[in-house]
């Protein structure tokens, strides 16, 4: 009986050090090489983007596939597959935080399961992945306004929102008419050195309500720091024009909301999201988000410095003509200032005041034109 008990006792602690084992794989992530010899994944990284979260890691060998099982303080689930060492988990919902691991197969063989990591998902603009287009529609084009401020909107006003705690600009809000559409001529705003302005790097002072719709001239509370192509080439002068167009034809109220989009402490706006919904009808509405940058360069949205990613964008800084490249431009023979002809002040210009050449920036500078306080060509 002594040896059958011994016996038995041997094979219970060899169980219990497998069962051990195997709670151990299916809880604790740490890197293991399967027997099939396909190692796992390593240098897990996880990152909030606006649609979920996306993970990376470093690809052990070639040929190989991946599942990534995620959990939220149950079980882990399947989350997915994936061909290459990158995945988006499109179900995470913000506020929840998420545990991740992955695992590796190939040819039939699989490896342990990666370390885990954790990420708390928090949907943000700020985290909107940029992929050449100026902007992103949401929310199927529709603005998240309520019932109330639509009614209030039937009376023009405009607000601008109180600088944070950093000097940064918060939101502006305003019931856009023919009443607040501007009869001064636009002024100079290079008294204002918003967040992040630094001099020399291909930046514009960005007004959030557009000088057309009333936004002023040198109004703290309403500029920010922004590319050309925020400003005007890639997206905030198309909308803004939208506004302007449908007052001037109808003579009614569009609700209007325009709020910087920062990341943490980052005195750079990462992008503006614009909102707008025509008050007497349905005649006009969108809701966007416009990216803050500059094709060919890498911003540092901490310091505000631009730096070229090639030696051919170094030509072009902020996406600004080299000054002796001839390009065509408007001039206001009135004012003595030049423009680009996309910039919202040519549309404004007396016909009689306005010419059209094709020179360089430092050739006009020589005759005595300055460049547009607007678009800064």
């Not at 856009?176 to 008294?191: A, H, K």
């Not at 002072?205 to 922004?226: D, E, Q, V, Y």
């Not at 004012?335 to 360089?360: I, W």
């Amino acid at each position: 009986m002594n040896v059958r008990n011994v016996y038995l006792k041997r094979i219970l602690t060899l169980m219990i050090a497998v069962l051990t084992a195997l709670s151990l794989a299916g809880t604790d992530p740490a890197t293991v090489s399967a027997a099939s010899g396909v190692a796992a994944p390593t240098k897990v990284k996880a990152t909030n983007l606006y649609t979920g979260v996306r993970l990376t890691w470093k690809k052990p060998t070639k040929d190989t596939t991946f599942r990534v099982y995620v959990k939220t303080g149950g079980k882990y689930k399947k989350a997915g597959t994936a061909s290459a060492n990158k995945f988006v988990y499109k179900k995470a919902k913000s506020g929840k935080t998420y545990t991740f691991r992955i695992r590796a197969y190939r040819k039939g063989s699989r490896s342990g399961y990666s370390r885990t990591v954790t990420k708390r998902f928090v949907r943000s603009l700020a985290n909107m992945e940029y992929k050449g287009k100026g902007y992103a529609v949401l929310h199927g084009n529709k603005p998240n306004f309520s019932d109330a401020q639509v009614t209030r909107a039937r009376n023009a006003y405009i607000t601008f929102g109180k600088l944070d705690d950093r000097g940064r600009c918060t939101a502006v809000t305003a019931s856009v008419s023919s009443e607040t559409l501007p009869r001064e001529e636009r002024g100079d705003i290079s008294s204002v050195h918003p967040t992040g302005w630094v001099s020399g790097q291909g930046w514009q002072r960005c007004h959030l309500l557009a000088f057309s719709l009333g936004g002023g001239n040198a109004n703290p509370r309403n500029l920010i720091t922004g590319s050309a192509q925020l400003n005007v080439s890639g997206g905030m002068w198309i909308f803004e024009e939208q506004v302007l167009n449908y007052v001037r034809q109808t003579g009614n109220h569009v609700l209007y909301r325009v709020t910087p989009v920062f990341k943490g402490k980052e005195p750079v706006a990462r992008g503006v999201h614009m909102e707008a919904r025509s008050v007497e009808n349905a005649g006009l509405q969108y809701n966007v988000y416009v990216f803050n940058v500059m094709d060919g360069y890498k911003i540092d949205y901490s310091t505000g410095i631009v730096r070229a990613k090639n030696a051919a964008a170094e030509e072009n800084p902020g996406g600004s003509s080299h000054s002796n490249a001839k390009r065509t431009y408007i001039l206001n023979e009135n004012t003595k200032k030049f423009h680009y002809p996309s910039c919202s002040a040519v549309k404004r210009m007396k016909p009689s005041n306005r010419k059209k050449v094709k020179t360089s920036r430092k050739s006009l500078i020589q005759k005595g034109y300055d460049p547009c306080k607007i678009c800064e060509p």
